[in-house]
């Protein structure tokens, strides 16, 4: 493993101490006064991108602390290390592999080199043969084995292999078919299985098992299960290849389950599961919104990956949003961020960000195997607004923590009613407002307010947020979207010097539980092995089940 990128350690660095100096200062500020002092910072404080603004006026930040900010960035080679991974680096060195998931919407004519060979003529291939087959579903020419048309497509897949496309077929319900339900299945909880096929004809459904290694025991277990559902209903082994396609890496496994390999859509190791939206992953939302729409949603992403490479550190979206969350959660030490979209389309959103954020930088070891001496990734967590309103964001206007937070609103939807939407907006703007600002005592003592209530009923204000305001939902703003996020995450994965694009701490948990299962079918098996506590717990489980 090299250990190019480990020195100087982060916090010796000049930049950083500079930054601990000003933060002495600035945790005294609040927005009250840097706006009262500099009024036009809502509008310098702004990146005003192709169809996406962000306004960061309202964070506690100076032109002073950008500065640092971006200095930082630039001492620590975010954009080279960018300009690297886009490339075909193997920068994911614990797993010897290259980071391409920029290769998969490169839109434009360049070669994307891997081992001195191109990998672009294979992603075409692979995104020719992904908008046949959606095409032959959408149109109907593709039939069940009885000959009916396909009208629910099923996605059984876990982890990178179901949280971005089922966010992306929800948040582009308006643009989908409406002929056709398309469906996630990812949980090994078999209630989930039974709800996603409850009242579905057999006849008229398609599964894609979606699997990079077709071994994830969620996903094994899913597939068999929808096999046998089908065969009950068709009762021929042959209905399984005209009712199952698979995305996966392994040709062998696929074959043996009983897929025609001609319907088996590949993609490559340096494609990480959750960074796998726009490969063949993708094939469920290519299929629900056709592959035109889907071919704008990647004309997005490779706008935001030109823009992360090209844009000055100062305009650039992905390195002030990921420089904003390390000066809250180094400086502040705010443990935790907030992902709130103004849509309900976005539901999901935060789920994706979460496995994006939380898996890649979730690491307390930096690139030499040293513990880190510094806060990393923070916990990701959201719900669409207002819903959040009347729930948690109590906490956020009065708690004691600070939670930064991102409010995501468009100016138009795909479809709304009524003045739903205009609704929807008022909330969002206030909602960024009243956090900045707040009430103070003399405003709340001034309403005449009794004075045992006074304190209850004062907003200190001071929260910071992002705002992004976007011109419509659309397939290409939602990929200039997520693309931020991705971008975003790897900007700090590079100043917090960690891997982000492995994910070992998954590993344990999937062991143990193989161990377990053998257990709990054979309860002759001794549980002497274990603590206390699993074996009295395991006990249990095999006496009440
Ligand atoms: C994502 C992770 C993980 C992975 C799932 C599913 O980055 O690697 O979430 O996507 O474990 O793996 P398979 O696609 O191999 O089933």
Same mark, same amino acid.
């Given at each position: 493993m090299t250990k190019r990128s480990c020195s100087p350690r982060l916090t010796s660095r000049p930049e950083w101490k500079a930054l601990q100096a000003h933060y002495r200062v600035m945790k005294r500020r609040t927005l009250r006064d840097l706006f009262a002092e500099d009024p036009g910072r809502g509008r310098r404080l702004v990146v005003d991108s192709p169809g996406l603004y962000l306004d960061y006026?309202?964070?506690?930040?100076?032109d002073e602390t950008m500065q640092l900010l971006f200095r930082l960035a630039e001492a620590c080679g975010v954009i080279e290390s960018a300009g690297r991974m886009m490339a075909g680096d193997r920068i994911n060195e614990t797993e010897n592999r290259a980071v391409l998931h920029t290769a998969l919407r490169n839109r434009s004519n360049r070669p994307v080199m891997v081992d001195g060979q191109d990998v672009m003529p294979a992603v075409r291939e692979v995104l020719d043969r992904m908008g046949a087959f959606a095409r032959r579903i959408r149109t109907g020419?593709?039939?069940?084995?009885?000959?009916r048309r396909i009208r629910n497509v099923i996605n059984i897949g876990i982890g990178g292999s179901d949280l971005g496309p089922a966010m992306a077929c929800q948040a582009l319900q308006g643009y989908a078919d409406p002929a056709l339900s398309v469906r996630f299945v990812s949980n090994v909880d078999g209630t989930h299985f039974l709800e996603q096929t409850r009242g579905l004809d057999p006849a008229e459904t398609l599964f894609i098992v979606a699997?990079?290694?077709?071994?994830t025991q969620e996903t094994m277990t899913n597939a068999e299960t929808a096999r046998r559902w089908l065969l009950q209903a068709?009762?021929?082994?042959?209905?399984v290849a005209r009712h199952f396609v698979a995305v996966s890496t392994n040709t062998d496994a696929v074959r043996k389950f009983g897929?025609?390999?001609?319907n088996r859509f590949g993609f490559w190791d340096w494609v990480g599961g959750r960074y796998?939206?726009?490969?063949?992953?993708g094939l469920p939302v290519m299929v629900a919104i056709g592959p035109e729409r889907f071919g704008e949603m990647l004309d997005g992403f490779h706008a935001m990956d030109r823009h992360f490479l090209e844009t000055p550190v100062q305009r650039n979206l992905p390195v002030i949003l990921g420089l904003l969350g390390v000066w809250y959660n180094n400086f502040?030490?705010?443990?935790t961020t907030a992902v709130l979209p103004y849509?309900?389309?976005?539901?999901r959103f935060a789920a994706h960000l979460q496995q994006l954020d939380m898996e890649s930088?979730?690491? /307390?070891? =930096?690139?030499?195997g040293r513990h880190v001496g510094w806060q990393t990734g923070p916990v990701v967590w959201g719900e669409p607004g207002t819903n959040g309103q009347h729930a948690f964001y109590q906490l956020i206007h009065q708690g004691s923590k600070m939670i930064p937070a991102d409010f995501i609103g468009f100016c138009r939807l795909p479809e709304t009613v009524g003045d739903h939407h205009d609704k929807l907006m008022a909330n969002f703007l206030a909602q960024t407002e009243a956090l900045a600002f707040g009430k103070p005592r003399t405003a709340v003592v001034a309403e005449g307010v009794k004075r045992a209530l006074v304190p209850h009923k004062v907003f200190d204000g001071n929260h910071p947020t992002n705002t992004l305001l976007a011109d419509c939902l659309d397939p290409a703003t939602l990929g200039r979207l997520v693309a931020l996020y991705e971008h975003k995450v790897f900007v700090q994965g590079v100043i917090w010097n960690v891997? /982000?694009? =492995?994910?070992?701490?998954?590993e344990l948990g999937k062991v143990l539980a193989g161990r377990i299962l053998e257990e709990i079918r054979d309860?002759?098996?001794?549980?002497?092995?274990?603590d206390g506590s699993t074996a009295a717990l395991l006990e249990r489980y095999r006496a009440g089940k």
């Amino acid at each position: 493993m090299t250990k190019r990128s480990c020195s100087p350690r982060l916090t010796s660095r000049p930049e950083w101490k500079a930054l601990q100096a000003h933060y002495r200062v600035m945790k005294r500020r609040t927005l009250r006064d840097l706006f009262a002092e500099d009024p036009g910072r809502g509008r310098r404080l702004v990146v005003d991108s192709p169809g996406l603004y962000l306004d960061y006026s309202k964070n506690l930040v100076t032109d002073e602390t950008m500065q640092l900010l971006f200095r930082l960035a630039e001492a620590c080679g975010v954009i080279e290390s960018a300009g690297r991974m886009m490339a075909g680096d193997r920068i994911n060195e614990t797993e010897n592999r290259a980071v391409l998931h920029t290769a998969l919407r490169n839109r434009s004519n360049r070669p994307v080199m891997v081992d001195g060979q191109d990998v672009m003529p294979a992603v075409r291939e692979v995104l020719d043969r992904m908008g046949a087959f959606a095409r032959r579903i959408r149109t109907g020419e593709w039939k069940g084995h009885t000959g009916r048309r396909i009208r629910n497509v099923i996605n059984i897949g876990i982890g990178g292999s179901d949280l971005g496309p089922a966010m992306a077929c929800q948040a582009l319900q308006g643009y989908a078919d409406p002929a056709l339900s398309v469906r996630f299945v990812s949980n090994v909880d078999g209630t989930h299985f039974l709800e996603q096929t409850r009242g579905l004809d057999p006849a008229e459904t398609l599964f894609i098992v979606a699997s990079k290694t077709f071994t994830t025991q969620e996903t094994m277990t899913n597939a068999e299960t929808a096999r046998r559902w089908l065969l009950q209903a068709l009762r021929d082994e042959t209905a399984v290849a005209r009712h199952f396609v698979a995305v996966s890496t392994n040709t062998d496994a696929v074959r043996k389950f009983g897929i025609d390999p001609a319907n088996r859509f590949g993609f490559w190791d340096w494609v990480g599961g959750r960074y796998s939206l726009c490969s063949a992953i993708g094939l469920p939302v290519m299929v629900a919104i056709g592959p035109e729409r889907f071919g704008e949603m990647l004309d997005g992403f490779h706008a935001m990956d030109r823009h992360f490479l090209e844009t000055p550190v100062q305009r650039n979206l992905p390195v002030i949003l990921g420089l904003l969350g390390v000066w809250y959660n180094n400086f502040f030490k705010a443990e935790t961020t907030a992902v709130l979209p103004y849509s309900q389309a976005l539901a999901r959103f935060a789920a994706h960000l979460q496995q994006l954020d939380m898996e890649s930088n979730g690491k /307390s070891v =930096d690139r030499a195997g040293r513990h880190v001496g510094w806060q990393t990734g923070p916990v990701v967590w959201g719900e669409p607004g207002t819903n959040g309103q009347h729930a948690f964001y109590q906490l956020i206007h009065q708690g004691s923590k600070m939670i930064p937070a991102d409010f995501i609103g468009f100016c138009r939807l795909p479809e709304t009613v009524g003045d739903h939407h205009d609704k929807l907006m008022a909330n969002f703007l206030a909602q960024t407002e009243a956090l900045a600002f707040g009430k103070p005592r003399t405003a709340v003592v001034a309403e005449g307010v009794k004075r045992a209530l006074v304190p209850h009923k004062v907003f200190d204000g001071n929260h910071p947020t992002n705002t992004l305001l976007a011109d419509c939902l659309d397939p290409a703003t939602l990929g200039r979207l997520v693309a931020l996020y991705e971008h975003k995450v790897f900007v700090q994965g590079v100043i917090w010097n960690v891997f /982000s694009f =492995d994910q070992w701490g998954v590993e344990l948990g999937k062991v143990l539980a193989g161990r377990i299962l053998e257990e709990i079918r054979d309860p002759a098996r001794s549980l002497d092995a274990h603590d206390g506590s699993t074996a009295a717990l395991l006990e249990r489980y095999r006496a009440g089940k």
